[in-house]
């Protein structure tokens, strides 16, 4: 079974600048997330999906980050302008629905590691 | 809203030592607990998991947690680590009526050959 999806793996920007990244979650998977962890710390959830629509958005820092899944599958989150806080790694992960059930296994792209300098 | 303490940073083994690493959470109510794993320059993979039932719990590559719902604790242990097991261990829980992952800063563990 393929898994999540993402790219870019590595970035580098400049301060100010801007960047996004991409995910695929796993076929057929109707709630994605997108983490951020910073070094030394672990995944703080940044937004959840449920198909294209948001279920929560309360960590996103909405004056500089920005996320969408148009047709309920990819999605793109967007960082404009950056800060040198942001230097982290952006996990996407995909579950089946946003149940909690133990059949219900969130999985995790392998990140998209940002450097912002 | 819930929180995770893993208390551990690094921890460094030999191998065939046993190995506990510690989790305890903060929330009120019934939760769904988590042990991750992240290898080196890999993606985070499920470890084990605690829904309910039996408060010890089997995952996989011969890892066990254990929930004492008293001391709001979900340990990790392992009786004989391998060279392999070399990763960063992430404890993370769940509330039933939000899938929103509240993890744990994390625990390296570096086994020595």
């Known amino acids: 079974e393929a898994g999540v999806a993402q790219s870019p793996r590595y970035k580098i920007i400049e301060k100010r600048q801007s960047v996004a990244f991409w995910c695929n979650p796993i076929?057929?998977?109707?709630?994605l997330y997108w983490y951020q962890q910073i070094l030394g710390q672990g995944p703080k959830l940044l937004i959840q999906f449920q198909n294209n629509g948001v279920v929560d958005d309360s960590q996103l820092p909405k004056d500089r980050f920005s996320a969408e899944r148009l047709k309920g599958v990819d999605s793109t989150l967007k960082i404009q302008p950056a800060k040198l806080e942001d230097s982290a790694v952006y996990l996407c992960?995909?579950?089946?629905?946003?149940?909690?059930?133990?059949?219900?296994?969130?999985?995790f792209g392998e990140g998209s590691w940002l450097t912002v300098v | 809203a819930q929180s995770v303490s893993q208390h551990n940073h690094h921890v460094i083994l030999s191998e065939a030592a046993s190995l506990e690493l510690g989790c305890n959470y903060s929330y009120g109510g019934t939760v769904n607990l988590f042990w991750y794993v992240q290898y080196p320059g890999q993606h985070l993979q499920l470890l084990l998991k605690?829904?309910?039932?039996?408060?010890l719990v089997k995952g996989i590559k011969g890892f066990e947690a254990e929930f004492i719902k008293s001391k709001f604790s979900f340990n990790l242990r392992k009786p004989s680590v391998q060279w392999s097991d070399t990763a960063e261990y992430f404890c993370?829980?769940?509330?039933?009526?939000?899938?929103?992952?509240?993890f744990g800063a994390g625990t390296r563990l570096t086994v020595k050959p």
């Open positions: 076929s057929g998977h109707a709630t």
């Open positions: 993370a829980v769940n509330a039933p009526d939000n899938n929103d992952m509240r």
């Open positions: 992960a995909s579950s089946l629905d946003m149940g909690t059930y133990s059949g219900n296994t969130i999985y």
């Open positions: 605690y829904f309910s039932g039996d408060p």
